[in-house]
């Protein structure tokens, strides 16, 4: 059973996360123009490597976020969300 | 069974990148159809490697957009002869293929699919539980109390066929018009000049050396957000595993094509008696095609709620291919921003059953610099105009 460590509940089964993609800041929408705001919303970053994603732990509802490795899986490191962290 | 290439030729009219059914397919047209033969097909492994070899073979026409619905009964009728066509037997198999409903919601969607599909003539109707139990002896109609089938969309042209020798078909058959299949070479960058209309290919490196070309199709699945950050493109495509597995072989029970979209199951019985699963996507992003215990244990679980009888059937393996998901569950094809650089991607789950005609629609837009009007409604720039192709409603199992 592949672990993952919630940082307020600990290490616990990655059945009990659920995955909320990529962190990514949004545009002002008032100012962003239609080309940016459709790159918002649909494309992604879909090349592997080390990204920044929004997890929740569902069974206490706490959002974080996991630094992750999408070619091995590696979990490298989680923590809670700051903006000035980014 | 394909000619063995020692090097590479300095310049082609067309580098197909990724030797699967769908590359291979465009070749086969192109050298067949449109009398363009100079043509490489870079495969990075081998030939059928990667998601051609690696899906559960099922063939349908039942989907929900127009769009969709024609461009896939097209590539059913080609399915038909294409046995024929390459003088190699694909053990295309005609089944019927039910999707059971356990909601009512779900049975909304089967009469909205069956009625899109009937009004485009295609063989689709939705049936009650009785019907299901008498076509399905051998399921439990009420998945053991807790998610009874209240019942399903049934589409008689549903078939399986050998995926191996699709691929083999298409590049024995492009190999015999001079088409070069050349293994083991993967593109290792993709070289752009600008010119006042934009930027346009020029040129493949691969690690087998440097090619002069004006046209690049990219049919590479799972690489393709690789390939599109070589030529500066950003798309809406992501990457998640998709899992399967087969049981041991056992004596045949199983005609017809099972699916669960509540359940995320799909189920048909192979020629040689080995039961071919499979279930939802894996749940998050992840560019690796290990397999995974829950898998297997949530799968079996599933089935044993539709067939309890399977208890003591063992797993005999499993596997799983990269897929190139898009938000609308449709595909990008055809041309891109980069003049001379065309897309065959965002298969996701989906893309066996439309080998065929990716091909033939792929090698008209390549030949002829023109969109098939077929695809029109598959564009890469459909996201950035806000039209997308909403094919989720008829994607095998929830997502």
């Known amino acids: 059973m592949k672990i993952m460590t919630c940082p307020i509940n600990g290490p616990r089964a990655i059945s009990e996360f659920a995955y909320g993609g990529e962190l990514r800041p949004m545009p002002d929408p008032a100012a962003a123009t239609d080309a940016d705001w459709a790159d918002y919303v649909f494309n992604r970053s879909g090349v592997a490597g080390v990204k920044q994603e929004w997890w929740c732990h569902t069974p206490s509802g706490v959002w974080f976020v996991a630094e992750r490795d999408t070619r091995t899986d590696a979990i490298l490191r989680t923590f809670l969300y700051q903006p000035s962290r980014g | ?399």
């Open chain 2, 1 to 399: 069974m394909f000619t063995r290439h020692e090097r590479l030729k300095s310049t082609y009219d067309v580098v197909i990148i990724g030797g699967g059914g769908h590359g291979l397919a465009a070749a086969y047209y192109l050298a067949r159809d449109h009398g363009v033969r100079n043509i490489a097909v870079l495969e990075q492994g081998y030939i059928g490697g990667g998601n051609t070899g690696r899906n559960t073979t099922i063939i349908r026409s039942n989907y929900l957009t127009p769009e969709g619905v024609q461009f896939y009964d097209e590539s059913l009728r080609l399915w038909q002869d294409l046995s024929a066509d390459f003088d190699l037997n694909l053990f295309y198999s005609t089944r019927g293929h039910y999707t059971l409903a356990h909601t009512d919601a779900a049975m909304r969607t089967m009469r909205w699919r069956a009625e899109v599909n009937k009004h485009y003539g295609i063989a689709s109707e939705a049936i009650d539980c009785q019907q299901v139990q008498k076509a399905i002896p051998m399921l439990d109609i009420t998945c053991g109390g807790h998610a009874p089938v209240l019942g399903a969309l049934y589409h008689a042209p549903g078939a399986i066929a050998r995926h191996d020798a699709v691929a083999w078909g298409y590049g024995r058959g492009a190999d015999r018009r001079g088409v070069e299949i050349h293994q083991n070479t993967e593109a290792l960058a993709l070289e752009l000049e600008e010119r006042d209309s934009g930027p346009a290919i020029c040129g493949v490196v691969t690690n087998r050396g440097r090619i002069a070309t004006r046209k690049v199709l990219c049919a590479v699945a799972g690489y393709t957000p690789r390939l599109l950050a070589m030529v500066n493109l950003r798309s809406p495509i992501y990457i998640h595993p998709l899992q399967a597995m087969v049981s041991e072989p056992v004596k045949s029970w199983l005609d017809p094509i099972i699916v669960s979209g509540s359940l995320h199951v799909y189920i048909s019985q192979s020629a040689r008696g080995e039961l071919v699963m499979g279930a939802s996507l894996d749940p998050y992003e992840l560019h690796s095609t290990r397999s995974t215990l829950d898998f297997a244990e949530s799968l079996s679980a599933h089935m044993l709620e539709l067939f309890p009888f399977l208890s003591d059937v063992k797993v005999m393996r499993q596997w799983a291919g990269m897929a190139d998901m898009t938000p609308d569950f449709a595909p990008i094809m055809g041309k891109t921003p980069v003049r001379g650089f065309y897309l065959d991607a965002g298969w996701g789950t989906w893309g066996f059953k439309a080998t065929p005609v990716c091909g033939k629609t792929m090698s008209y837009t390549v030949a002829n610099d023109a969109v098939h009007p077929m695809i029109q409604g598959f564009g890469f720039e459909r996201f950035a105009n806000f039209a997308l192709t909403g094919e989720k409603g008829a994607a095998s199992v929830g997502h």
